[in-house]
C-alpha cells in the first residue's frame, strides 16, 4: 500500500460492506489518498469490490478522464480485510451494511474492542436512528452517521449526523474529510430523515394527495411540476425510478417514527402498487408502463377548436394581478370591464391556496362559466399554464378557457378543482416541511438548502423556493388550504409564519 498524505483527515479507512455504498465509500476514500481496507461477511464480496473498482478507474482511462498511473495508485490503496481485526489501525471505519438495527450494533460493538480509543467509528444508515445504534458502545462520544447517496461518487453531498453523545471535533472532522474526497458535507441532528430524506416528504406525498382526489392523472402532474414548477422528473417519474419497494417503506418509517405526524402521511395508492409488484422501472410498470426503459406515454389532449370565443371577465380578487390582464390580453382576449360579468362571458378568477368552488361561492360568480388560472408562477417563466374547472363548470366553457390559454402555442392542462391546483400545493407543502425542520433546528437553513439542492435536484433549494415565491404568498397558501381540506397538514410552520409575517427571507437564520 503507498503511504497516505499526511494532510489526509484519516490515513486509515475501513469499510464494512462490500455492496454499491461500501464501494462507492470506498473509491472516494482511496481517491482522497487514504489507505482503504474493505470487509465483508458474503464470502468474495470485498474481493468482487475491488474488482469492480479495477474496472471503474479503467474506464476513467479509457476514456482520458484519469491517467493511468492515477489508476493504478488508487487500486494500491485497496485491500480486501478477511476480518475485523484487519481494521486494528484505522482511525476511521465506516459501516454500509444491511439496515437493521441488531447486526449495526454487533457490529459496532465487535469493532469498538478492536479499534484504537481514538478511532472514529461511523454508519452510513439512510433511516436507523444514529443514538440508538450507538446506546450500547462504551464510547459513543466517538460515534456518528455519515450518510452518502447512491451511487457515492456522483451524489456530491455527505450528511454528518450528529448522536446524542457525539463529540463537536468528530463531526468537523468527518466534515473536514468529505471536503478531501470532494464532497459537500452538511451537519444534521439526529432526526428521523435526517434532512434530505425528511425534507423529500412534502413532493411524493403531497402529489399522491392530489391524485387521491382525482384532480388530475400521474402524467399531468408530472408534466405541471417539470414544465410550470421547474423540477426536473416529476413526483411519479420520481418513484418510478428509485422504486417504490425503496421509496414507499420510506415514507411509512418516516410517518411513523414522528408518531403519524400528518405532513408525512404515505398513501395508499403506493402501499396497493407495491403490493402488486409496480415497482417502477425495475419491474417493467409502475406508474407507467415501459418498454425497452421508456415510459409509454399517453398523447395529450388536443386543444379544442373553438368558432368564437366568448368575452372574458375577471374576478376584483383576480384583477389585483396585472400580468394576468396583460396576459389576456396579448392572447387576444376581449375583457370586459364591469362591475359584473355579461351572461355570456367566462369567469376567470386566481385563486392562491382556496379552489374555484370557494371563490365562485363566497363572491358570488356564476359557477357554470367559472374557471380559475393558476398565476403563481410567471407567466414568463413557465411552459405550461394549469387551468381548473369547478363541478358546475360548462363544458364549453372549459374548451373556450383552454383555447384561449393555448393560442400562442403554450401548453395548457386543464385540471378538476383542488385548493392551490398542483403547484402552489407541492410547493407550499415542500417549503413549510422544510421550515419546520429549521424551526426544530435539525440543521441549519444553509445547510438544508444546500443538501436537499445536491441530494434531491430540485430547481433551488426548498427555502429559497419560498424566497422565490415570497414567504406571505406560501403562508397564504398554506392558510387557505387549511381552510379548504380542514386537515393539519397544510398548518404552517412556526418558522414560516414569523419569517413571513415579518418580510423575511427563509434562509435568514434565528438571531443570538
Given at each position: 500500500m503507498q503511504t497516505p498524505s499526511s494532510s489526509l483527515i484519516f490515513s486509515d479507512v475501513g469499510i464494512v460492506g462490500a455492496g454499491a455504498m461500501g464501494r462507492g465509500i470506498a473509491q472516494l476514500a482511496a481517491q482522497a489518498g487514504s489507505r482503504v481496507w474493505l470487509y465483508d461477511t458474503s464470502s468474495h464480496a470485498a474481493e468482487q469490490a475491488r474488482t469492480a473498482l479495477d474496472h471503474q478507474w479503467q474506464s476513467l482511462v479509457a476514456k482520458g478522464r484519469l491517467a493511468p498511473d492515477a489508476a493504478q495508485a488508487y487500486l494500491a490503496?485497496?485491500?480486501?480485510?478477511?476480518?475485523?481485526?484487519?481494521?486494528?489501525?484505522?482511525?476511521?471505519?465506516?459501516?454500509?451494511?444491511?439496515?437493521?438495527?441488531?447486526?449495526?450494533?454487533?457490529?459496532?460493538?465487535?469493532?469498538?474492542?478492536?479499534?484504537?480509543?481514538?478511532?472514529?467509528?461511523?454508519?452510513?444508515?439512510?433511516?436507523?436512528?444514529?443514538?440508538?445504534?450507538?446506546?450500547?458502545?462504551?464510547?459513543?462520544?466517538?460515534?456518528?452517521?455519515?450518510?452518502?447517496?447512491?451511487?457515492?461518487?456522483?451524489?456530491?453531498?455527505?450528511e454528518v449526523v450528529r448522536g446524542l453523545a457525539t463529540e463537536d471535533s468528530v463531526c468537523q472532522s468527518l466534515a473536514d474529510y468529505a471536503r478531501q474526497m470532494g464532497h459537500t458535507p452538511v451537519q444534521a441532528q439526529d432526526t428521523p430523515g435526517f434532512i434530505v430524506n425528511h425534507a423529500g416528504r412534502g413532493y411524493g406525498t403531497e402529489a399522491l394527495r392530489i391524485v387521491s382526489e382525482d384532480v388530475a392523472d400521474f402524467q399531468t402532474i408530472d408534466l405541471i411540476l417539470r414544465e410550470q414548477a421547474g423540477f426536473k422528473l416529476g413526483p411519479f417519474e420520481l418513484m418510478d425510478l428509485t422504486g417504490l419497494d425503496v421509496s414507499h417503506p420510506v415514507m411509512e418509517s418516516i410517518y411513523r417514527q414522528y408518531y403519524d405526524e400528518p405532513r408525512f402521511k404515505p398513501s395508499v395508492i403506493t402501499a396497493q402498487r407495491l403490493s402488486a409488484g409496480l415497482l417502477g422501472r425495475k419491474s417493467g410498470a409502475g406508474f407507467y408502463a415501459y418498454d425497452n426503459g421508456q415510459a409509454r406515454l399517453a398523447?395529450?389532449?388536443?386543444?379544442?377548436?373553438?368558432?368564437?370565443?366568448?368575452?372574458?371577465?375577471?374576478?376584483?380578487?383576480?384583477?389585483?394581478?396585472?400580468?394576468?390582464?396583460?396576459?389576456?390580453?396579448?392572447?387576444?382576449?376581449?375583457?370586459?370591464?364591469?362591475?359584473?360579468?355579461?351572461?355570456?362571458?367566462?369567469?376567470?378568477?386566481?385563486?392562491?391556496?382556496?379552489?374555484?368552488?370557494?371563490?365562485?361561492?363566497?363572491?358570488?360568480?356564476?359557477?357554470?362559466?367559472?374557471?380559475?388560472?393558476?398565476?403563481?408562477?410567471?407567466?414568463?417563466?413557465?411552459?405550461?399554464?394549469?387551468?381548473?374547472?369547478?363541478?358546475?363548470?360548462?363544458?364549453?366553457?372549459?374548451?373556450?378557457?383552454?383555447?384561449?390559454?393555448?393560442?400562442?402555442?403554450?401548453?395548457?392542462?386543464?385540471?378538476?378543482?383542488?385548493g392551490g391546483f398542483v403547484t402552489q400545493r407541492v410547493l407550499a407543502t415542500i417549503v413549510n416541511i422544510a421550515c419546520d425542520i429549521c424551526q426544530q433546528g435539525i440543521c441549519s437553513p444553509q445547510d438544508l438548502d444546500t443538501a436537499v439542492t445536491l441530494g434531491l435536484g430540485y430547481p433551488v433549494g426548498p427555502l429559497a423556493l419560498g424566497d422565490r415565491y415570497d414567504p406571505s404568498s406560501v403562508l397564504e397558501i398554506l392558510f387557505n388550504l387549511q381552510t379548504v381540506y380542514g386537515d393539519p397538514r397544510y398548518r404552517p410552520s412556526p418558522w414560516l409564519r414569523r419569517r413571513g409575517a415579518l418580510g423575511l427571507s427563509l434562509l435568514q437564520p434565528e438571531a443570538d
Amino acid at each position: 500500500m503507498q503511504t497516505p498524505s499526511s494532510s489526509l483527515i484519516f490515513s486509515d479507512v475501513g469499510i464494512v460492506g462490500a455492496g454499491a455504498m461500501g464501494r462507492g465509500i470506498a473509491q472516494l476514500a482511496a481517491q482522497a489518498g487514504s489507505r482503504v481496507w474493505l470487509y465483508d461477511t458474503s464470502s468474495h464480496a470485498a474481493e468482487q469490490a475491488r474488482t469492480a473498482l479495477d474496472h471503474q478507474w479503467q474506464s476513467l482511462v479509457a476514456k482520458g478522464r484519469l491517467a493511468p498511473d492515477a489508476a493504478q495508485a488508487y487500486l494500491a490503496r485497496v485491500s480486501v480485510a478477511q476480518d475485523l481485526q484487519a481494521f486494528a489501525p484505522c482511525t476511521l471505519v465506516v459501516e454500509a451494511a444491511i439496515e437493521r438495527l441488531d447486526i449495526k450494533q454487533h457490529v459496532f460493538a465487535d469493532l469498538e474492542r478492536i479499534v484504537s480509543a481514538e478511532t472514529v467509528l461511523a454508519t452510513n444508515t439512510s433511516s436507523l436512528p444514529i443514538t440508538a445504534i450507538a446506546a450500547r458502545l462504551k464510547r459513543p462520544q466517538r460515534f456518528a452517521g455519515y450518510h452518502f447517496f447512491n451511487p457515492a461518487p456522483l451524489m456530491k453531498v455527505v450528511e454528518v449526523v450528529r448522536g446524542l453523545a457525539t463529540e463537536d471535533s468528530v463531526c468537523q472532522s468527518l466534515a473536514d474529510y468529505a471536503r478531501q474526497m470532494g464532497h459537500t458535507p452538511v451537519q444534521a441532528q439526529d432526526t428521523p430523515g435526517f434532512i434530505v430524506n425528511h425534507a423529500g416528504r412534502g413532493y411524493g406525498t403531497e402529489a399522491l394527495r392530489i391524485v387521491s382526489e382525482d384532480v388530475a392523472d400521474f402524467q399531468t402532474i408530472d408534466l405541471i411540476l417539470r414544465e410550470q414548477a421547474g423540477f426536473k422528473l416529476g413526483p411519479f417519474e420520481l418513484m418510478d425510478l428509485t422504486g417504490l419497494d425503496v421509496s414507499h417503506p420510506v415514507m411509512e418509517s418516516i410517518y411513523r417514527q414522528y408518531y403519524d405526524e400528518p405532513r408525512f402521511k404515505p398513501s395508499v395508492i403506493t402501499a396497493q402498487r407495491l403490493s402488486a409488484g409496480l415497482l417502477g422501472r425495475k419491474s417493467g410498470a409502475g406508474f407507467y408502463a415501459y418498454d425497452n426503459g421508456q415510459a409509454r406515454l399517453a398523447p395529450e389532449p388536443a386543444v379544442p377548436e373553438v368558432a368564437t370565443l366568448p368575452p372574458v371577465w375577471v374576478s376584483p380578487r383576480a384583477a389585483r394581478r396585472p400580468e394576468l390582464l396583460q396576459l389576456l390580453k396579448n392572447l387576444g382576449a376581449t375583457l370586459e370591464t364591469g362591475a359584473h360579468a355579461s351572461a355570456h362571458a367566462l369567469i376567470l378568477v386566481a385563486p392562491l391556496g382556496f379552489d374555484v368552488t370557494t371563490l365562485a361561492a363566497v363572491d358570488r360568480l356564476d359557477a357554470t362559466r367559472t374557471l380559475g388560472i393558476d398565476m403563481l408562477v410567471s407567466d414568463e417563466v413557465t411552459r405550461r399554464r394549469v387551468l381548473a374547472t369547478n363541478p358546475a363548470t360548462r363544458p364549453d366553457m372549459r374548451r373556450a378557457a383552454h383555447a384561449l390559454f393555448a393560442r400562442d402555442g403554450k401548453a395548457v392542462s386543464v385540471i378538476r378543482d383542488s385548493g392551490g391546483f398542483v403547484t402552489q400545493r407541492v410547493l407550499a407543502t415542500i417549503v413549510n416541511i422544510a421550515c419546520d425542520i429549521c424551526q426544530q433546528g435539525i440543521c441549519s437553513p444553509q445547510d438544508l438548502d444546500t443538501a436537499v439542492t445536491l441530494g434531491l435536484g430540485y430547481p433551488v433549494g426548498p427555502l429559497a423556493l419560498g424566497d422565490r415565491y415570497d414567504p406571505s404568498s406560501v403562508l397564504e397558501i398554506l392558510f387557505n388550504l387549511q381552510t379548504v381540506y380542514g386537515d393539519p397538514r397544510y398548518r404552517p410552520s412556526p418558522w414560516l409564519r414569523r419569517r413571513g409575517a415579518l418580510g423575511l427571507s427563509l434562509l435568514q437564520p434565528e438571531a443570538d
